[in-house]
């Protein structure tokens, strides 16, 4: 072989190499669940149809993958029909085996069903009857997972967390951008986050039109979507929702990931990404008498002036995410207060009663029990006592 050929050679090796290292990053989803349970089939039916969609919806057809994609037939993704397996243990492995994420990649492992914690071996899936293993540890998914070597792996489970002991014997059209919020929690982040929707002791709790912690899942990732934001931020803000709401389920999670080198910010920096750092636990609401003289929410400051002000700002805010500026009835210092508020549309959205008053802002004369306004987070560095919490 000449020299010349050989650098030939050499040059287009190389140029290769590079082309298969500059692939864009992909996100690979699996999305499935009990399908066949009678009392709770059409539920997970809808959770399964919901992350789907919003996954897809969220990001460009070239950069995800869905596992037996129902509308490609081209799909590079193929495997058993799990959730309609007589033997879904074996072929939950099936498809993880078959995953072809590279090491620049995502794979997102979602399941919805029945689910409890054994003693000894932790948290498990309660697979309907069939010919597989009723029960699968999440230990061995995650460990099948990590064996594909991506990126990151989102492994997030919607199911119950109840301590059972086991025998010992065993969508839309794609978008072209990414949203940001996405990139942030999926595509700057590395290593594995592993979660679960209901903690140790909690039931996961289910509609006719599915579960809560999906329905949350789904709802948060399309709503403010231009707003990165971080995995514990992300959840606390599930969380938040059940607890205003008198839902005993939080959100339980064994590890998270860290950014990683696309450009997004740590997931646990305490950055105005929607982190909670610098601020305290939900626990803290407005004293009567207090004045609230401004808004801010959606990235923008809104001054009040008047009441029915207030109540459009807070009735037409797109992001749940909001924070008041209030002046304290007994020393005339202003403070901070953060909370969550309900879904648009909900007549109790904040619950705090404000009237005009011919002060600055509006004055507070209630705050709803249960409400979001009842339990809100108050600046670390506010300069007035802490006296109101519960």
Same mark, same amino acid.
């Given at each position: 072989?000449?020299?010349? +050929? !050989?650098?030939? !050679?050499?040059?287009?090796?190389?140029? %290769?190499?590079?082309?298969?290292?500059?692939?864009?990053? $992909?996100?690979?989803?699996?999305?499935?669940?009990?399908?066949?349970?009678?009392?709770? $089939?059409?539920?997970?039916?809808?959770?399964?149809?919901?992350?789907?969609? @919003?996954? +897809?919806?969220?990001?460009?057809?070239?950069?995800?993958?869905?596992?037996?994609?129902?509308?490609?037939?081209?799909? #590079?993704?193929?495997?058993?029909?799990?959730? =309609?397996?007589?033997?879904?243990?074996?072929?939950?492995?099936?498809?993880? #085996?078959?995953?072809?994420?590279?090491?620049?990649?995502?794979?997102?492992?979602?399941?919805?069903?029945?689910?409890?914690?054994?003693?000894?071996?932790?948290?498990? %899936?309660?697979?309907?009857?069939?010919?597989?293993?009723? *029960?699968?540890?999440?230990?061995?998914?995650?460990?099948? !997972?990590?064996?594909?070597?991506?990126?990151?792996? @989102?492994?997030? &489970?919607? /199911?119950?967390?109840?301590?059972?002991?086991?025998?010992?014997?065993?969508?839309?059209?794609?978008?072209?951008?990414?949203?940001?919020?996405?990139?942030?929690?999926?595509?700057?982040? +590395?290593?594995?986050?592993?979660?679960?929707?209901?903690?140790?002791?909690?039931?996961?709790?289910?509609?006719?039109?599915?579960?809560?912690?999906?329905?949350?899942?789904?709802?948060?990732?399309?709503?403010?979507? =231009?707003?990165?934001? &971080?995995?514990?931020?992300?959840?606390? #803000?599930?969380?938040?929702?059940?607890?205003?709401?008198?839902?005993?389920?939080? @959100?339980?999670?064994?590890?998270?990931?860290?950014?990683?080198?696309?450009?997004?910010?740590?997931?646990?920096?305490?950055?105005?990404?929607?982190?909670?750092?610098?601020?305290?636990?939900?626990?803290?609401?407005? #004293?009567?008498?207090?004045?609230?003289?401004?808004?801010?929410?959606?990235?923008?400051? *809104?001054?009040?002036?008047?009441?029915?002000?207030?109540?459009?700002?807070?009735?037409?805010?797109?992001?749940?995410?909001?924070?008041?500026?209030?002046?304290?009835?007994?020393?005339?210092?202003?403070?901070?207060?953060?909370?969550?508020?309900?879904?648009?549309? =909900?007549? /109790?959205?904040?619950?705090? *009663?404000?009237?005009?008053?011919?002060?600055?802002? @509006? !004055?507070? *004369?209630?705050?709803?029990?249960?409400?979001?306004?009842?339990?809100?987070?108050? +600046?670390? =560095?506010?300069?007035?006592?802490?006296?109101?919490?519960?």
């Amino acid at each position: 072989m000449t020299l010349r +050929r !050989l650098i030939l !050679l050499t040059v287009f090796a190389l140029a %290769l190499c590079c082309c298969a290292n500059a692939r864009a990053q $992909k996100l690979y989803l699996f999305a499935e669940g009990d399908i066949k349970s009678a009392n709770i $089939k059409q539920g997970d039916m809808y959770d399964i149809q919901f992350v789907r969609k @919003v996954m +897809r919806d969220s990001i460009p057809s070239q950069r995800f993958c869905l596992y037996n994609d129902p509308e490609s037939v081209s799909s #590079e993704w193929r495997g058993p029909d799990v959730s =309609n397996s007589d033997n879904i243990s074996r072929d939950i492995f099936r498809a993880i #085996e078959s995953c072809p994420a590279g090491s620049n990649d995502i794979v997102f492992f979602y399941w919805t069903g029945h689910g409890a914690y054994d003693s000894s071996r932790g948290h498990y %899936l309660a697979l309907p009857p069939g010919n597989g293993d009723r *029960y699968v540890f999440r230990s061995k998914i995650l460990s099948a !997972l990590k064996q594909k070597n991506p990126r990151l792996i @989102v492994f997030i &489970t919607d /199911t119950c967390h109840s301590l059972i002991d086991v025998p010992s014997a065993p969508c839309a059209a794609p978008t072209m951008e990414m949203t940001r919020k996405i990139r942030s929690l999926f595509f700057d982040c +590395r290593g594995v986050l592993d979660a679960n929707s209901s903690s140790p002791g909690q039931k996961s709790i289910s509609t006719e039109a599915g579960s809560i912690f999906t329905i949350l899942f789904t709802s948060y990732l399309q709503s403010d979507v =231009n707003r990165p934001t &971080t995995w514990k931020a992300f959840f606390s #803000e599930i969380d938040d929702w059940c607890r205003h709401n008198g839902k005993a389920q939080r @959100v339980y999670t064994w590890s998270w990931p860290t950014s990683g080198s696309g450009g997004g910010s740590s997931p646990d920096s305490s950055s105005s990404n929607g982190s909670y750092a610098g601020w305290t636990e939900a626990k803290y609401h407005p #004293e009567n008498g207090d004045r609230i003289i401004r808004v801010r929410v959606d990235g923008q400051n *809104y001054t009040i002036n008047s009441d029915s002000y207030f109540r459009s700002v807070i009735g037409n805010a797109s992001s749940n995410d909001v924070i008041l500026t209030l002046v304290d009835n007994r020393s005339g210092k202003t403070y901070d207060l953060r909370t969550m508020l309900r879904p648009r549309g =909900n007549a /109790t959205r904040l619950g705090i *009663y404000t009237r005009d008053t011919s002060a600055t802002g @509006v !004055l507070v *004369y209630g705050v709803m029990s249960g409400s979001p306004g009842a339990y809100c987070r108050m +600046r670390v =560095n506010s300069n007035v006592a802490p006296v109101r919490a519960y």
